[in-house]
């Protein structure tokens, strides 16, 4: 089977899976947006309408809240208040979590700091 690239504008959301979300879910989210609310543009509500699409949003909110905890202790041992790396330090833990190998884009760390961001992503 033979894949074609679409653009993004093309992109429609799924169907809601879900009408509502239990409110432990919805607490964990709310965390992990609060600690990715400078470098994450959605809304809450958004966030939660997307949820909602998923099949199972438990797995994908366990994603998420790895990306945020190790968002945040990369921070922690390597604190900035260039907003520019931050988004970096999110790129590279968003684009491991998708499986993206190609860091072109980040224009803030250097090899040896998004080697490390993909370690601590990955567990190892």
């Not at 994908?60 to 990306?67: L, T, Y």
């Amino acid at each position: 089977m033979r894949h074609r690239p679409i653009k993004l504008n093309q992109l429609q959301k799924g169907p809601l899976q879900h009408a509502a979300l239990p409110e432990d879910l919805l607490q964990r989210i709310q965390a992990f947006k609060e600690i990715l609310a400078e470098v994450d543009n959605m809304t809450l509500d958004e966030i939660i309408d997307d949820f909602k699409r998923d099949l199972h949003p438990e797995k994908e909110v366990a994603v998420w809240e790895h990306i945020a905890d190790i968002y945040q202790l990369y921070l922690l041992h390597n604190p900035t208040d260039d907003l520019a790396v931050k988004h970096d330090v999110f790129s590279v833990l968003l684009m491991t979590s998708l499986g993206v190998k190609d860091w072109s884009a980040i224009q803030y760390l250097d090899q040896e700091q998004i080697r490390h961001l993909v370690l601590n992503y990955q567990g190892l």
